[in-house]
Every structure is written in structure tokens, then in C-alpha cells.
């Protein structure tokens, strides 16, 4: 019987992932949910619910993930919504990341980039606008 007087069925509670970093999650080969889109493959579509999608080859339209790897080599053209992300190819649209955006050496972004916290390592280029989100604070 729960705290609340309400009998427990003996059902445990879905636990939800913890927030990792790309890295983090990289290095982790049993990820949950986990989607790649590999090299010389082209991929239209929108895709939602992954918890980390790695890109390799061309896509175009919508990700909406935890995390996401855009390696070098890769084109991504569209609207990338994440807590954080590693973009090490290049990526021309909309980018929201909630947490972390880390512009590896071969990176090459273009558009729009809203980030909480930012790192460019030296050689990434970056064309556009660039806006700062500081955290909500909950009252």
C-alpha cells in the first residue's frame, strides 16, 4: 500500500532516460532509442521520439531529439530540435538546442542557431544568426 493509502497493482513506474551529453551517449551501444541515417544514404523525412539519432549521409526535414551527431561528411538541411548535439558536418536551417551545441572543427552551420551553452572548436565555421537562451526558472 502506497503513502497515500491507494493499493500498489506491484507495477513499477516506466523510468525515463537521465539527460546525457552526445558523448556520453555515443560511447553507450545499448542507447534505447537510437536511430542512424548512414553514409551515401539520403533521407527525407521528419522524425521525432529518438533518443539519439547520429547522421552520417544527407538528410532533409525535421529531428526531434535528445540528442543528435551530425558527423563530418554529412548534409543536413531542415529544423533540428535537441537538449544537445555535436555538429561536425554541415547543417544549413533551423537549430534549437535546449542545453549544449558543440561546432566541431568541420563544422560548417548556416541559418539560425538557438543554444543554451555553446562551444566552437577552431576551424568550425558558423553563417547567421546565433541567439543565446538562458534557462526557464520555475517558480
Known sequence: MSSNGEQSAGVA????????????????????????????VLLTADVTGAELVVIRGCFEGKVTAQCIDIEQGAEVRGTIEC????????????????????????????????????KVAKGAQLYGLSEYRSPVLAK
Open 13 to 40: 513506474a516506466p523510468t525515463l532516460p537521465t539527460k546525457r551529453t552526445v558523448r556520453q551517449l555515443l560511447e553507450t551501444r545499448n542507447t534505447l532509442n537510437k536511430m542512424e541515417i548512414g553514409q551515401g
Open 83 to 118: 537538449e544537445a548535439a555535436r555538429v561536425n558536418g554541415k547543417f544549413d536551417g533551423v537549430f534549437m538546442s535546449s542545453h549544449s551545441l558543440h561546432l566541431a572543427s568541420h563544422a560548417n552551420v548556416s541559418g539560425r542557431i538557438i543554444y543554451r551553452r555553446l
